[in-house]
Nanobody, 119 residues
Framework: QVQLVESGGGLVQDGGSLRLSCAAS????????MGWFRQAPGKEREFVAG????????DYADSVKGRFTISRDNAKNTVTLQMHSLKPEDTAVYFC????????????YGQGTQVTVSS
């Protein structure tokens, strides 16, 4: 089992910045990929960004490319999402996620943290 705890959400104005962090515990050594998803009211959860735990390769949704940056600290088992130029449409609950080496999909999620961007 892997436990994920997010922090850093909040309220920010249009064009502002926020930094989300996620701390992983438990069998963190089994992680292959970590990432961030988000879910806005009335919408399905969507992929935001991901990073391969060992190689550090990253992937982003088109909607956040150039504005968001995902990074990880292997020693501390943390992953961070730095968000710049935030827009009202970025408002959502953001979830940290992890995919274990034996899984083909993300199979662990945190409880989520609210990000609200006011216009």
């Amino acid at each position: 089992q892997v436990q994920l705890v997010e922090s850093g959400g909040g309220l920010v104005q249009d064009g502002g910045s926020l930094r989300l962090s996620c701390a992983a515990s438990g069998r963190a050594s089994e992680m292959y990929t970590m990432g961030w998803f988000r879910q806005a009211p009335g919408k399905e959860r969507e992929f935001v960004a991901g990073i391969i735990w060992t190689a550090g390769s990253t992937d982003y949704a088109d909607s956040v490319k150039g504005r968001f940056t995902i990074s990880r600290d292997n020693a501390k088992n943390t992953v961070t999402l730095q968000m710049h130029s935030l827009k009202p449409e970025d408002t959502a609950v953001y979830f940290c996620a992890a995919r274990s080496v034996r899984s083909s999909t993300y199979n662990y999620y945190g409880q989520g943290t609210q990000v609200t961007v006011s216009s």
